[in-house]
């Protein structure tokens, strides 16, 4: 808990001495939990520090990017995960990303289906909105294309793998991932 | 080039949704969870509820998981109910689980709510236990507590111990036969140096035994070599895909102190509820001498028995249609 607050902080204080004229942008996108259990995610992208690297004309930026991605394990949960995330991307002088980074999650879950708790020995009472609340620390990594590099086309595709690691779960942890593909639309000119 | 790549990439997606396995189309689908200590336990039930007779199916392990065998048992659901429960840690189960209750005693607590909400749901509806492996141990812990066993109108065995000192005297027994038998002479030396009794039983190393029984194919089917079963499992089930792999040590107390223990041999003779006897015959991790012996024991109650030939520990998975045949028959 006190390094998660820690980690916190330092997101914070980052934001706070951001350079104003990098562009921002929304992210959205297909999220798959282990691919196939189907959702949406989307996501504010901060660029804290960007510059160009002179050998080969790559860019290289940190980003914050708070997220929110929601999805369906049919008969299992409905998820929902909330990742401040901290992104490394280089994108190349044709237009190729390369991202890395790390996410200090927040998730919660709903159980898909009626819960019952016992009520004494031989009764139930129903429980509303059963599920669970935990950490999710993620690293991802991903590839995609920044159209407006060659074709002045303000958008970028992007398609990114995410392991996750869900604490507690039952006696110990749980590694998940997901996949995620989806686009970046700029929200001011650069 | 890339085109293709992105087409192949496509293809893949497709092939992974197209592999899902298909569903019969039950009457009844419900999903239900039990919050009991900590723990969420599915109970997904399935079938035709007109019937009003529940199969619930007790998984083994311990941490083994109740859906993930519905590939197999899905048969069952056109004349019956299946309510597939996943045990406290196991399968697609969550929550903040303590270790301390990996007890019999827990599990067994459970099950009489699973049982009991099972006929809060299905009022009037018949439930028959279908325990495979560790789900035997569980199931006779549960009837042979208080007045349990009025709460279920039948259990089916399916390759499961009532002892742990007759199970291991048996493992051993299987194994040096089968030593013999191959001309494994390393294994025959190490099996006749270490001779299992009801003394010894509680305090003998029990697992080079059990890796010698394995060696010698006491049970060479594996799951995971039906690509179709994996990924039906992993992208098209309500399976948590990687759970089965996060608990195992949690039930080091199970495998080193209580199971040791296990004993319910006297108190078999109280059951008086139908017992159907299913095994593999070819199992060497829990082998038919187990269900000869589980018979001798069951002095008072109905037996029937089934033997399947050509299987091992898990025989609804090896003889699906013989095995579903006879659920069917036993709850009819």
């Known amino acids: ?190 | 080039m890339k085109t293709v790549y992105t087409y192949l990439s496509l293809i893949s997606l497709l092939t992974l949704l197209a592999c899902s396995d298909r569903d019969p189309q039950p009457i009844e689908d419900n999903t239900l969870f039990l919050r009991n200590k900590g723990a969420d336990m599915p109970i997904w039930v399935k079938g035709d509820r007109q019937s009003n007779k529940i199969i619930l199916y007790v998984h083994g392990g311990p941490g083994d998981c109740a859906m993930c065998y519905r590939y197999y048992l899905k048969g069952l659901e056109a004349n019956a109910m299946v309510a597939y429960w996943d045990q406290r840690v196991a399968g697609a189960s969550s929550g903040k689980v303590e270790e301390s209750t990996l007890r019999y005693a827990q599990f067994s607590e459970d099950m009489g709510f699973v049982v009991k909400l099972l006929k809060k749901q299905y009022p009037g509806s018949e439930i028959y236990l279908l325990a495979h492996s560790f789900g035997v141990e569980l199931s006779w812990q549960y009837l042979t507590s208080g007045t349990n066993q009025q709460e279920v109108a039948g259990l089916m065995v399916v390759n499961g111990m009532f002892s742990f000192a007759n199970w291991l005297m048996s493992v051993h027994e299987w194994a040096l036969s089968e030593a013999q038998r191959q001309g494994n002479t390393e294994a025959e030396k190490y099996l006749m140096d270490h001779p299992v009794t009801t003394e010894n039983a509680a305090t003998i190393e029990w697992e080079p035994i059990y890796r010698w029984m394995y060696k010698l194919g006491g049970n060479p089917v594996s799951l995971y070599d039906d690509g179709k079963y994996v990924i039906n499992y992993a992208f098209n089930s309500p399976n948590t895909a990687l759970a089965q792999f996060t608990h195992s040590k949690a039930y080091s107390y199970y495998g080193n102190v209580e199971s040791r223990r296990f004993e319910k041999g006297p108190l078999l003779r109280d059951i008086r509820i139908p017992v159907a006897l299913f095994w593999g015959v070819k199992d060497g991790i829990v082998p038919l001498a187990v269900g000869e012996a589980t018979k001798q024991v069951l002095t008072n109650a109905p037996v029937t028995e089934v033997r399947f030939s050509e299987s091992w520990h898990e025989p609804f998975i090896t003889e699906t249609a013989k095995f579903n045949q006879a659920v069917l028959n036993f709850v009819r």
């Not at chain 1, 934001?15 to 949406?40: D, F, I, K, N, S």
């Open chain 1, 1 to 190: 808990m006190k390094n998660l607050t820690q980690l916190l902080l330092s997101l914070a204080l980052m934001l706070a001495v951001m350079p104003e004229a990098q562009a921002q942008a929304l992210r959205a996108g297909y999220y798959g939990e282990t691919v196939t259990h189907y959702g949406l995610k989307v996501a504010y992208e901060l660029p804290l520090r960007s510059y160009v690297k002179e050998k080969n004309g790559a860019q290289k930026t940190f980003l914050f990017a708070p997220g929110l991605a929601a999805y369906r394990h049919p008969h299992n949960h409905i998820g929902l995960v909330l990742s401040p995330e901290l992104t490394y991307r280089r994108t190349s002088r044709r237009g190729r990303t390369f991202e890395v980074g790390l996410a200090p999650s927040y998730f919660r879950y709903f159980l898909e289906g009626t819960t019952y708790t016992p009520d004494g020995p031989d009764d139930f009472k129903q429980v509303r909105w059963a599920g669970g609340n935990a950490f999710l620390p993620t690293a991802f990594i991903g590839i995609g294309k920044d159209l407006s590099v060659r074709k002045n086309i303000p958008l970028a595709w992007y398609t990114r793998l995410n392991v996750m690691q869900q604490r507690p779960y039952n006696t110990s942890t749980l590694m998940r991932f997901s996949l995620e593909a989806g686009v970046t639309i700029p929200l001011q000119k650069q």
